[in-house]
């Protein structure tokens, strides 16, 4: 008869692990200010999602800066330092959705 061997069913499963964990240290870490081997060895240690978690807390490598203060390292749409609006360059507001 048909016998299913789990420890085959176990290999699998690490190995898609390991393959998921190692493409998402590496986009991540092209993004991200995280060297790529220590992107893995968070993954590896601790779960995949606490180890994104951490990734995500990393700076961006290009950061959008303020030009009105001049502040280097913001990554939102409003500034830390002045408060005022940072313009994007890859964003644009529909007209039609404006009221």
Same mark, same amino acid.
């Given at each position: 008869?048909?016998?299913?061997?789990?420890?085959?069913?176990?290999? *699998?499963?690490?190995?898609?692990?390991?393959? %998921?964990? *190692? %493409?998402? =240290?590496?986009?991540?870490?092209?993004?991200?200010?995280?060297?790529?081997?220590?992107?893995?060895? %968070?993954?590896?240690?601790? $779960? $995949?999602?606490? !180890?994104?978690?951490?990734?995500?807390?990393?700076?961006?490598? +290009?950061?959008?800066? =303020?030009?009105? =203060?001049?502040? $280097?390292?913001? +990554?939102?749409?409003?500034?830390?330092? =002045?408060?005022?609006? *940072?313009?994007?360059?890859?964003?644009?507001?529909? !007209?039609?959705?404006?009221?």
């Amino acid at each position: 008869m048909f016998s299913f061997n789990f420890s085959l069913l176990v290999y *699998v499963f690490i190995a898609i692990f390991l393959v %998921l964990a *190692v %493409l998402m =240290c590496y986009q991540e870490s092209k993004r991200r200010q995280i060297n790529f081997y220590i992107a893995l060895l %968070l993954s590896l240690v601790f $779960t $995949t999602i606490i !180890s994104y978690i951490i990734i995500l807390n990393s700076p961006l490598r +290009e950061a959008r800066g =303020c030009v009105s =203060c001049g502040n $280097t390292k913001n +990554e939102s749409d409003v500034c830390g330092m =002045c408060g005022n609006l *940072v313009k994007r360059d890859d964003y644009k507001i529909e !007209s039609h959705l404006v009221e």
